[in-house]
């Protein structure tokens, strides 16, 4: 894939939400655009309740144990048989709310892999560490579950600043373009091919075509704009535009 406009529900939406959403929300009965794909991460009682036709259909999380004695948890054979395709992994309400491990990350990227469903790892850093000076060394500490990942294998990147994230504040169209050059030659530098480079945090109608401009950026993961199916079709068709698709 080379580029991706994915929405986030997180802990949000319903059987009723869905099935509306998905009557709205145009691209799911738009022919493919080759090494383009749009989507939602839903509930994981959402991922099987709706035909989401051409658009993709994600989990937010996924276990980061083989299937067996693991009360509550969805491995990932269990989203390769709810028919998921892709898996976000590392969401900085995981890293920093539910105390999820760069060790962690790793194992449900591993999962995913394994199971045939494409691996979407989020990475950002906290205001402090930002101030800190210290972005470069936060993204190669969590660009560290990564190595999980052949040279070959498929997989994407979100860049998500924690402060960007719900705070309708989105990051710089300059602070982007400085994360994505470093993650992308970061990337290259170990080998690997075109990584679809995602960014989350506030994305907005009133910002996509700003950030779609830049070159490192080839999607987006968007949360609170993706609950509306009109608003995140706005978003979609910015960046479709944006990059001549
Ligand atoms: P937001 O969330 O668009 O509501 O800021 C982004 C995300 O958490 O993926």
Redesign the pocket.
Known sequence: MKCLVLG?W?SNGDAAALKTFLADFAPVKRALIDGYRTGLAVPYHLIAAGDFGSAWVGAQNVSAFQPGAFTGEISAQMLTDMGTNFG?VG???RRHLMGESVAQTRDKLANLKENQVYPIL?VGETLDERKQGRLHEILLEQLAALDVFGTADAFAV?Y?PVW?????V?ATAADVAEAHRFLRTTLQERGYGHVPLMY?????PANAAELAAIDDVHGF??????LDAATFADIDRLFLEAKGL
Not at 164 to 168: K, R, V
Not at 200 to 204: C, H, L
Not at 221 to 226: E, F, I
């Open positions: 986030n997180k976000l969401h900085s309400e989020c979100a998500e960007a994230i719900g705070t309708g989105a989350g945090g506030s994305v907005k993961l968007v949360g609170g704009a993706s």
